[in-house]
């Protein structure tokens, strides 16, 4: 008996030493204990890579209610040593639970306990070479997700927009593709706009000089940085001191910013509250309504339950400015210039305000103090100072419901062209394209061609029997050239296209645009 213990327990130890390294590979399981009394959401990938890993969990965390949430990891492949010494961290190895395992499973997924999760994050390899192939992986996750736990909000990523249409039952989908190519349209509109929305749609703590009384202490989750505060231009320093401006909201009858401008115009509140106090007021939402506002313009009036959203560099719950100072001074009747108030701002708020001052101060010169002190007043002292910026109401006369036909040619920079000029430009009209190239996209009114212009002549590198070139600029436009580069032209192409078609654009801004394409 001793003999056969002898032999059979070495083996059986053997076995528990294998089954105990693989449970320790594959995580183990999130208890059903934890899952019901604590809060924890679950991320799927198909490899998990440091950079995506550091991304997703500087911006989740930044938002104050998530910081008591678990993020568990379900990932088909082992950590690699980047990833395993993160997650050694202490700040992550509290929070951060690693399960190797696949979201195809129903035992992977129980083992996550995702039927108890606040959420589902299924977020696609940005870098894979078939893109599609990385789409199809993301699909079935997803299926599988939705049919074990129906009640979890689903956040997917995808990457091909043609495909958006086979998870339109998740929660939020965001395609990379069709996001990418519409930034870079209007990139070609307005420079720079791509930063302006990536910047406020990531978190950036925005540090900024000794000096500056504003300054905050830095997030100890933050790892990654894309901050240089100490930077010798002068252009960087500002742009990471103001790379912290981050879009918030709060209620107008809550609100010591906007709540004066109740009954207003959303014209004249957005003005004023920039003007006085350094933030901007990009929209508003109704109460009885889901949708945001943006700019809706003078003939929307402030209501007590609107919801305002604005932007600044911290929320206004979190703002440094004396409220009651200000309000002593209103009292008092003591009349202060704007520049001598901007003094009594944070420096975020002065910064926010040089564009007004400096539009102001275009017409305080007069013109015959062309020498000497720029600052003197004028000699005549009834003289007042003509400013650049007209005065804007606090409501709008005539009738708010002001209807505009969308199909009509509104421009007005066209009539004073010659005819040879109108010629090219009379062969637009305004319409809906005839075609979409993949199933969910909308159809936008936009200018569009009299008459399809033929297969052949498409193609600008090979002349056919209408036009006889074989070069761009052979064809001699008139507008700047839009020239895209890229491996094909896919549906992705769409959202790019569109927006610089778009039937609010004047004909005279259409600039051609031409497909720079590795395989057409």
């Known amino acids: 008996?001793?003999?056969?213990?002898?032999?059979?327990?070495?083996?059986?130890?053997?076995?528990?030493?294998?089954?105990?390294?693989?449970?320790?590979?594959?995580?183990?399981?999130?208890?059903?204990?934890?899952?019901?009394?604590?809060?924890?959401?679950?991320?799927?990938?198909?490899?998990?890579?440091?950079?995506?890993?550091?991304?997703?969990?500087?911006?989740?965390?930044?938002?104050?209610?998530?910081?008591?949430?678990?993020?568990?990891?379900?990932?088909?492949?082992?950590?690699?040593?980047?990833?395993?010494?993160?997650?050694?961290?202490?700040?992550?190895?509290?929070?951060?639970?690693?399960?190797q395992g696949s979201a195809?499973?129903?035992?992977?997924?129980?083992r996550a306990k995702i039927d108890d999760a606040e959420a589902c994050f299924i977020l696609s390899n940005r870098f894979e070479t078939d893109r599609i192939a990385?789409?199809?992986?993301?699909?079935?996750?997803?299926?599988?997700?939705?049919?074990?736990?129906?009640?979890?909000?689903?956040?997917?990523?995808?990457?091909?927009?043609?495909?958006?249409?086979?998870?339109?039952?998740?929660?939020?989908?965001?395609?990379?593709?069709?996001?990418?190519?519409?930034?870079?349209?209007?990139?070609?509109?307005?420079?720079?706009?791509?930063?302006?929305?990536?910047?406020?749609?990531?978190?950036?703590?925005?540090?900024?000089?000794?000096?500056?009384?504003?300054?905050?202490?830095?997030?100890?989750?933050?790892?990654?940085?894309?901050?240089?505060?100490t930077s010798p231009d002068q252009w960087q320093r500002s742009y990471s001191r103001c790379s912290a401006n981050e879009i918030y909201h709060i209620r107008l009858s809550e609100s010591k910013f906007f709540g004066e401008y109740e009954g207003k115009s959303f014209t004249y509140s957005s003005f004023h509250a920039h003007k006085k106090y350094g933030v901007c007021l990009i929209g508003v939402c109704r109460e009885d309504k889901a949708n945001i506002l943006l700019n809706p313009g003078p003939s929307h009036i402030m209501s007590s339950s609107d919801t305002c959203f604005y932007i600044n560099i911290s929320k206004e719950e979190n703002s440094a400015f004396s409220f009651k100072e200000h309000e002593n001074m209103q009292r008092s009747g003591e009349a202060k210039s704007a520049y001598h108030g901007l003094t009594r701002l944070p420096v975020h708020s002065i910064i926010a305000s040089m564009g007004t001052v400096a539009i102001d101060l275009q017409g305080s010169r007069s013109p015959e103090h062309t020498d000497g002190n720029m600052l003197s007043p004028p000699a005549d002292p009834t003289h007042k100072r003509k400013h650049s910026i007209d005065p804007v109401p606090d409501l709008i006369d005539g009738?708010?419901?002001?209807?505009?036909?969308?199909?009509?040619?509104?421009?007005?920079?066209?009539?004073?062209?010659?005819?040879?000029?109108?010629?090219?430009?009379?062969?637009?009209?305004?319409?809906?394209?005839?075609?979409?190239?993949?199933?969910?996209?909308?159809?936008?009114?936009?200018?569009?061609?009299?008459?399809?212009?033929?297969?052949?002549?498409?193609?600008?590198?090979?002349?056919?029997?209408?036009?006889?070139?074989?070069?761009?600029?052979?064809?001699g436009f008139r507008s700047a050239l839009v020239i895209v580069s890229a491996e094909s032209a896919g549906n992705g192409l769409y959202n790019?296209?569109?927006?610089?078609?778009?039937?609010?654009?004047?004909?005279?801004?259409l600039s051609p645009i031409i497909l720079l394409l590795e395989n057409p």
Request: proline residues 6%; negative net charge; hydrophobic residues 35%.
């Open 104 to 110: 195809l499973k129903d035992q992977d997924l129980m």
């Open 496 to 509: 790019f296209i569109v927006p610089l078609r778009a039937y609010y654009r004047a004909k005279k801004e």
């Open 134 to 229: 990385a789409d199809h992986q993301t699909i079935l996750r997803a299926w599988a997700v939705k049919d074990f736990a129906p009640n979890c909000p689903l956040y997917v990523q995808i990457l091909k927009p043609e495909n958006k249409f086979h998870i339109k039952f998740a929660d939020h989908v965001v395609c990379e593709e069709e996001f990418k190519y519409a930034m870079l349209a209007l990139n070609c509109v307005c420079p720079a706009t791509s930063t302006l929305i990536t910047l406020l749609i990531h978190t950036s703590r925005g540090q900024a000089t000794t000096t500056d009384s504003f300054r905050q202490r830095p997030s100890p989750w933050q790892a990654l940085s894309r901050d240089n505060p």
């Open 1 to 99: 008996m001793i003999c056969v213990a002898l032999i059979v327990l070495p083996i059986q130890f053997e076995q528990l030493v294998f089954l105990w390294m693989e449970r320790q590979k594959s995580g183990g399981n999130y208890s059903r204990y934890r899952a019901q009394t604590e809060k924890h959401v679950v991320l799927c990938v198909s490899s998990l890579k440091i950079d995506l890993l550091m991304d997703f969990l500087n911006e989740f965390y930044a938002h104050p209610r998530l910081q008591d949430h678990y993020v568990v990891l379900l990932c088909p492949t082992e950590m690699d040593l980047p990833v395993r010494r993160v997650l050694q961290i202490p700040l992550w190895s509290q929070r951060v639970i690693y399960l």
């Open 399 to 475: 009738d708010t419901n002001t209807t505009f036909d969308l199909l009509s040619d509104q421009s007005e920079d066209e009539t004073s062209q010659s005819d040879d000029e109108l010629g090219s430009y009379n062969d637009w009209v305004k319409g809906y394209p005839s075609n979409t190239p993949y199933i969910g996209s909308s159809p936008t009114l936009c200018h569009l061609l009299q008459q399809k212009s033929p297969y052949c002549c498409l193609r600008l590198d090979k002349s056919c029997h209408h036009f006889p070139y074989e070069d761009a600029r052979a064809y």
